[in-house]
């Protein structure tokens, strides 16, 4: 006790007591307003890109992420596909991609950043289907020129291994190919474009 009768060590209880009580306070007022500065599920539903996971991704083989409530098919093509793409040129309705349905650095032969994987929407530019990925090893009755790529069961519609339309089938376009950036050697993030700031 001081001289004047102050109970020091009560004193600094109840100060060291109170102030635990009103940061408790404080953090549990705070917690409403920092929930609602956070986007909604939908809201990160509607563009927030995602990461996918490559490194154990077979040449030939495809896998499905989804972003933006879509499916989007990343696709590790052979190297033997990736000679077939210049064959198929004259069976196609837009073989150069001039339509606007990839970002500027996947309008090229093969619609990628890296030749050997393909990232496109997998919904078919017809009446908006989801393609079948059938391989030219596959059992099939497409055809014995079939090189593989998409196949719209719903009207017929046709793509190659660059996502690109067949002439003469339904679909007007070719597969939309969504803006991807590769985050590491084994990592791709899409919905997000090469150089952009996250």
Not at 13 to 25: K, M
Not at 67 to 81: A, M, N, Q
Not at 108 to 120: C, D, G, H, L, M
């Amino acid at each position: 006790m001081s001289e004047n009768g102050v109970d020091n060590k009560k004193r600094r209880f109840l100060t060291a007591a109170t102030s635990v009580v009103g940061g408790v306070g404080i953090a549990f007022a705070a917690v409403p307003f920092i929930t609602a500065m956070k986007p909604s599920a939908r809201a990160q539903a509607a563009g927030a890109p995602v990461e996918a996971d490559i490194s154990k991704l077979e040449p030939g083989q495809r896998m499905t992420v989804e972003w933006r409530g879509k499916p989007v098919w990343i696709v590790r093509r052979t190297e033997e596909s990736l000679k077939i793409l210049e064959e198929m040129k004259g069976i196609l309705s837009d073989p150069d991609s001039n339509e606007n349905l990839q970002p500027e650095y996947a309008k090229n032969s093969t619609r990628a950043i890296k030749p050997e994987y393909f990232i496109v929407v997998g919904i078919c530019t017809h009446l908006g289907c989801s393609p079948s990925y059938i391989k030219s090893t596959d059992a099939h009755n497409l055809g014995s020129d079939w090189k593989g790529g998409f196949f719209c069961p719903c009207h017929g519609s046709r793509f190659d291994l660059a996502g690109r339309v067949y002439s003469g089938v339904p679909a007007p376009l070719n597969l939309e190919v969504p803006a991807h950036n590769y985050v590491t050697e084994t990592r791709v993030q899409i919905g997000v474009d090469p150089g952009a700031k996250s």
